[in-house]
């Protein structure tokens, strides 16, 4: 990602959509709908984001090119977890090196 990926910086992103390209395939559109924070260990930060995917369209576990507009393209694994009313459901599991950012709001839950 282009720009700092964090949780915050997740949390803005809720509701778009992010086009996920499968080697050799047509590209896909995920709709972020959630992200949870896994909290902290040590110097690093834990989130996953879930996302809500077509029905028609399934994506074994594996590594993907993600793009998204403001936040950039990067590789991420996707693994899938379920089903909702809207289709298959994504989740991409984080832990990076805490930022500035995230340190603050640390120190907000304690």
Not at 22 to 35: F, M, Y
Not at 54 to 64: I, R, V, W
């Amino acid at each position: 990602m282009s720009k700092q990926w964090c949780y915050t910086t997740a949390r803005e992103r809720i509701g778009d959509s992010f086009l996920v390209r499968p080697e050799g395939k047509e590209a896909h559109s995920l709709r972020l709908v959630k992200v949870i924070d896994k909290g902290a260990a040590g110097p690093y930060e834990q989130f996953s984001l879930l996302f809500s995917g077509a029905a028609d369209c399934f994506l074994p576990q594996g590594l993907y090119g993600v793009e998204h507009p403001s936040v950039g393209s990067a590789f991420w694994m996707l693994v899938p977890v379920g089903q909702d009313e809207n289709g298959y459901v994504y989740e991409a599991a984080f832990s990076i090196s805490k930022t500035a950012e995230s340190s603050e709001r640390e120190e907000k839950h304690v």
